[in-house]
C-alpha cells in the first residue's frame, strides 16, 4: 500500500502543480514547444499520482476499486518516459514541431493504457492483481511496456550525454547535467525495482520521477533550456532573413532553415548535431568558399563579441543555367545571462536589391550625361558667338602684319627711310602678333575647357586641382550667358589662401556652372544684377556659394530641392540639374548641397565639402 509519509509528498508535488499549472496557464500566452511538452510532463505526472493518493484510503478488501485505481494510473505512468525523451530531442533540436517518428512513440503508452483497461478479457498485464508487491503476478506484456520505458530513458539519456561532450559551453553542461541526472534517477530505481528481486513499494517509480520532474522544471523556468533558438527566431523575424543557421557556442549546428539547406547544407554536408568546422574540406580556405567566410565570421564575432556582417556571392545552378546570387551576412552572438552561447547567421538575398542598384546608377549615369550635354550645348551655343570676336581679332592682327610687311619691302630702296623708321614698323608688328596671340590663348582655353567638360560623367578622374582653376574654369565657361544677360560675376574669397581639392575638376565645374545658370535666370526675372560665388570655410568644410538677388525660393520648391526633379523655368528646364548636382557632390566629394533664402531679397545655393579632401595653405 501506499505510505502515509508517499501520500504526504504527492500532496505537496500536487499542490505545487497546480500552483504551476496555472501559473502557465495565465502568465504565458504563447509558450515554445519545450515548454508545452514539460508541462504534459507535469499533468501527466499529476494524473499518475492522485490515484495513489486516493489508494490510501481504500481499503485492502476493496479489491475492485483499487483495481479502477491502479488503471487510473496507467496513462500518467506510461506517458512519463516517452515525455522525457520527447523533452530531451526538443532540447537537443531546438525544434518547435515534434518529428513523425517522434510522435510513433507514444502509441506504446497508448498500447499499454488499452491493455491494462482491459486485462480482465486476456490477462496480459496482471495473471494476479494486489497493492502488494509480493502478491502480484504479472503478465507477458509487463516485460514489453518495461522494455520500452527502458528504451525510451536510455535513447534520450545517451543523446544528451553526446551532446554534452560535443558542446564545451558551461550553459550546456549544466542543463545536460540536470536533464542526464533527471533520467539515470527513474531508469536506475526501474531497473533495480525489476531485476533485483526484492520487495520495492510502488510509489518508489513515482517518486523517482519526481526527481526528473523537479530537475526539469528548474532547467526549463530558471536555466530556459536552449532559450537560444527562441532569441535566434526573433532575429531572424526581425530581420526577415531569406536563410539562416543558429550555432551553439562551440560551433556546433543546432537548427538551420530549408532555404539554408538548398544553398549550403547539401553541398558542404551540413547536418544537425554536428561541428561547422567539421565540414571544411581542404580547398576551402584556399577559394574562400561560403563555408569558410562563415567560419571566419564567426571566430571573429566569437573574439570581439559582436555582431559581424559581410557580402557574400552564390553560384546556383536553376533550370541549367548559373545563377549568380547576392546576400549580406550577419553573425551575431547570442547572450544568456551574460554569456555568449551561440550564434545566429542571417542571409538576406540582395541580389534584386544589387540588380536595382546597378540599373539605377546606370539610369543617373545616363541623366548626368544628358545633363551634361544640355550643359555644353547651352555653353557651345554661345562661346561659338563669343569666339568671332577673338577670331576676327586674329584676323584683323594678319592683315595690319601684311600691311606692314608690304610698307617695308617697298621701302627697302627708299634712301629717306631710316633704321628707326624699321624699328618703329616692326614694333607696330610686334603689337599685332601679341593681340593675335592673345586672341589664341583665350580660344585655346575655351576649347580646352569644352574638351575636359564633354569626358563622360562616368569616368572618374580623381585629380588634385586648385579652386582658382575651378574659378576660372566658370567664368570662362559662363562669360557669354553673363554678358548676355546683363549680368556680373564676383568673386569673393580670402586670394591669401590657396586652396586645393582632390577630386574631379569637371564634376565640380559642371555643378557650379549650373548654380551659376540657375542664379542668372533667376536674377533675370527682377533686373540684371551682380551675383556672388563666395568661397569660404570653417574648421570642418569647405564652402562654395552662388547668391542671387531674385524671387527667392518657394516653400513648395524648397520641400522638394535635391529630392524630386524639380524646375521653376518651366518648359526651359528639366529639373535634372540640381537633382544631378546633388548625386555629383555626394558621390564624387562626400559633400553635400542646400538652398535657402537670402537675407534681403533672392536666394543663397550652396555646397559644402569636407576638409578630409581639401588641402588649404596660407600665402605669405
Given amino acids: 500500500m501506499v505510505s502515509e509519509i508517499s501520500v504526504i509528498i504527492f500532496i505537496v508535488a500536487l499542490i505545487i502543480l497546480s500552483a504551476f499549472f496555472i501559473w502557465s496557464k495565465f502568465t504565458r500566452k504563447k509558450r515554445q514547444l519545450l515548454n508545452n511538452l514539460y508541462l504534459m510532463l507535469a499533468v501527466a505526472y499529476a494524473s499518475w499520482i492522485i490515484p495513489l493518493i486516493v489508494m490510501h484510503f481504500v481499503s485492502m478488501e476493496n479489491q475492485q476499486l483499487l483495481y479502477i485505481l491502479d488503471c487510473a494510473m496507467q496513462p500518467g505512468g506510461a506517458l512519463c518516459a516517452p515525455l522525457y525523451l520527447a523533452i530531451a530531442l526538443t532540447f537537443i533540436s531546438g525544434q518547435e514541431k515534434l518529428p513523425r517518428w517522434l510522435k510513433m512513440s507514444f502509441f506504446f503508452p497508448a498500447a499499454t493504457i488499452f491493455v491494462s483497461w482491459t486485462n480482465p478479457l486476456h490477462?496480459?498485464?496482471?495473471?494476479?492483481?494486489?497493492?502488494?508487491?509480493?502478491?502480484?503476478?504479472?503478465?507477458?506484456?509487463?516485460?514489453?511496456?518495461?522494455?520500452?520505458?527502458?528504451?525510451?530513458?536510455?535513447?534520450?539519456?545517451?543523446?544528451?550525454?553526446?551532446?554534452?561532450?560535443?558542446?564545451?559551453?558551461?550553459?550546456?553542461?549544466?542543463?545536460?547535467?540536470l536533464f542526464i541526472i533527471s533520467g539515470l534517477c527513474p531508469l536506475i530505481i526501474n531497473m533495480y525495482a525489476t531485476f533485483s528481486g526484492k520487495d520495492v513499494p510502488i510509489t518508489a517509480t513515482p517518486l523517482s520521477f519526481m526527481v526528473t520532474l523537479v530537475l526539469n522544471g528548474f532547467a526549463v523556468t530558471q536555466l530556459h533550456m536552449l532559450d537560444i533558438t527562441p532569441i535566434a527566431t526573433q532575429h531572424i523575424l526581425n530581420a526577415i532573413s531569406d536563410s539562416y543557421i543558429v550555432l551553439s557556442e562551440a560551433g556546433l549546428v543546432l537548427k538551420f532553415n530549408k532555404n539554408f539547406e538548398q544553398l549550403f547544407a547539401k553541398e558542404y554536408g551540413i547536418v544537425e548535431s554536428q561541428l561547422l568546422s567539421d565540414c571544411f574540406k581542404p580547398d576551402d580556405a584556399t577559394h574562400k568558399t561560403p563555408i569558410y567566410n562563415m567560419v571566419a565570421a564567426v571566430n571573429s564575432s566569437r573574439e570581439a563579441n559582436t555582431r559581424i556582417s559581410y557580402e557574400q556571392?552564390?553560384?546556383?545552378?536553376?533550370?541549367?543555367?548559373?545563377?549568380?546570387?547576392?546576400?549580406?551576412?550577419?553573425?551575431?552572438?547570442?547572450?544568456?545571462?551574460?554569456q555568449v552561447s551561440g550564434f545566429a547567421v542571417l542571409f538576406k538575398d540582395i541580389t534584386s536589391l544589387r540588380e536595382s542598384m546597378q540599373r539605377l546608377q546606370e539610369s543617373q549615369e545616363r541623366m548626368m550625361e544628358q545633363e551634361r550635354f544640355a550643359f555644353l550645348g547651352q555653353m557651345i551655343g554661345g562661346l561659338a558667338h563669343n569666339l568671332k570676336t577673338p577670331i576676327m581679332s586674329i584676323?584683323?592682327?594678319?592683315?595690319?602684319?601684311?600691311?606692314?610687311?608690304?610698307?617695308?619691302?617697298?621701302s627697302m630702296s627708299d634712301d629717306d627711310v631710316t633704321d628707326d623708321d624699321y624699328l618703329e614698323i616692326y614694333g607696330e608688328m610686334r603689337e599685332w602678333f601679341t593681340r593675335a596671340k592673345e586672341s589664341t590663348v583665350y580660344m585655346s582655353d575655351i576649347i580646352t575647357a569644352i574638351k575636359d567638360q564633354a569626358k563622360q560623367i562616368s569616368t572618374d578622374e580623381n585629380i588634385t586641382f586648385t579652386i582658382s582653376e575651378v574659378l576660372r574654369r566658370c567664368t570662362l565657361l559662363m562669360r557669354h550667358e553673363l554678358m548676355n544677360s546683363g549680368c556680373q560675376l564676383t568673386h569673393v574669397y580670402d586670394d591669401t589662401e590657396e586652396i586645393t581639392l582632390q577630386g574631379d575638376v569637371n564634376n565640380l565645374v559642371q555643378v557650379i556652372g549650373n548654380l551659376l545658370s540657375n542664379a542668372i535666370y533667376a536674377q533675370k526675372q527682377v533686373a540684371a544684377g551682380e551675383i556672388e560665388l563666395e568661397i569660404n570655410h570653417d574648421d570642418k568644410q569647405l564652402y562654395i556659394k552662388v547668391k542671387d538677388r531674385g524671387p527667392g525660393i518657394s516653400e513648395k520648391v524648397a520641400s522638394q530641392l535635391f529630392k524630386n526633379m524639380i524646375t521653376t523655368k518651366g518648359s526651359m528646364g528639366s529639373g535634372l540639374g540640381l537633382f544631378i548636382s546633388n548625386t555629383v557632390i555626394r558621390g564624387k566629394f562626400k559633400g553635400s548641397m542646400w538652398g535657402e533664402n537670402r537675407e534681403g531679397g533672392g536666394s543663397i545655393f550652396g555646397i559644402a565639402i569636407p576638409l578630409e579632401v581639401v588641402q588649404i595653405r596660407k600665402n605669405l
Fill in 123 to 177: 490477462h496480459l498485464y496482471y495473471e494476479t492483481f494486489s497493492v502488494v508487491k509480493s502478491e502480484i503476478v504479472f503478465g507477458p506484456y509487463i516485460l514489453v511496456s518495461g522494455l520500452c520505458n527502458y528504451i525510451f530513458l536510455i535513447v534520450a539519456i545517451v543523446y544528451m550525454i553526446r551532446f554534452a561532450v560535443m558542446n564545451k559551453s558551461n550553459l550546456y553542461w549544466k542543463q545536460c547535467l
Fill in 313 to 338: 556571392a552564390v553560384i546556383q545552378t536553376q533550370d541549367d543555367k548559373t545563377v549568380k546570387k547576392y546576400f549580406v551576412v550577419e553573425v551575431s552572438p547570442l547572450e544568456l545571462n551574460g
Fill in 395 to 410: 584676323a584683323g592682327s594678319i592683315y595690319e602684319a601684311e600691311v606692314l610687311v608690304d610698307e617695308c619691302i617697298s
